[in-house]
């Protein structure tokens, strides 16, 4: 059976660009979760969707922004890209909003 | 303020022998526990998880501990492979408030050697 898929795996932008991170969750999964990870930290929580609808909101700014389709696939959004912005950006699935959540490659994003 | 806490950035130790991973946590709110292992250049890897109702969970070589009144949790790793070289997060969730995104820790550098 396939496991979370992310693409693109690496992606460069500059400042001030838009970028757009794709998800799909692993078959039967109808939760997906998004987390950035900067060097040296843990995965910190910006998203989850269960059934189409946002269940909860870390504390990012309104830069970031999510959907989920009915397929359960996801988008994350990020605008007005900063040097901060820089981190892999992990997507996990789970079958519910709150079982184990699988963790798929990730995105590294690079802004210059 | 880390709501989870691994106060051990790295680990050494000698194959075949025990590793012991510690968390500590401040929200008394949390009641799922998750453990997860990350090699470089990949995503973490579910390990094994506990809920608060248990003291307890084992899986094969991995046993979690839970002790809520001292808001601690322990990974043992028994016996030590050097495949098991990875980074190990601590994790932890507030289930019952209907949400289930996951608060890390900042992960602890696990080296097997042969």
């Known amino acids: 059976d396939a496991g979370v898929t992310q693409s693109p795996t690496h992606l460069i932008k500059t400042r001030g660009q838009h970028v757009t991170l794709r998800c799909s969750p692993i078959s039967g999964h109808k939760s997906v979760s998004w987390y950035q990870q900067v060097l040296g930290q843990g995965p910190q929580f910006i998203f989850q969707?269960?059934?189409?609808?946002?269940?909860g909101r870390g504390n990012f700014p309104d830069r970031f922004s999510a959907r989920q389709f009915p397929n359960y696939s996801s988008e994350l959004n990020v605008n007005a890209l900063l040097l901060g912005d820089s981190a892999l950006y992990l997507c996990?699935?789970?079958?519910?909003?709150?079982?184990?959540?699988?963790f798929g490659p990730g995105t590294r994003l690079t802004v210059l | 303020d880390q709501q989870v806490k691994q106060n051990s950035p790295s680990l050494s130790v000698q194959e075949g022998r025990i590793s012991i991973l510690n968390c500590d946590y401040t929200n008394s709110m949390f009641d799922y526990f998750l453990w997860y292992k990350k090699y470089p250049a990949e995503g973490p890897t579910f390990l094994i998880s506990?809920?608060?109702?248990?003291d307890k969970n084992e899986d094969g070589r991995f046993t979690v501990f839970l002790n809520k009144s001292a808001k601690h949790l322990s990974l043992h790793i028994v016996p030590s492979q050097p495949g098991d070289s990875a980074v190990y997060f601590c994790a932890a969730s507030a289930t019952g408030g209907s949400q289930g995104n996951l608060i890390f820790g900042k992960g602890t550098k696990l080296s097997v050697k042969p």
């Open positions: 969707y269960y059934e189409k609808e946002e269940r």
């Open positions: 996990a699935s789970s079958q519910d909003y709150y079982n184990e959540q699988f």
């Open positions: 506990i809920s608060s109702i248990k």
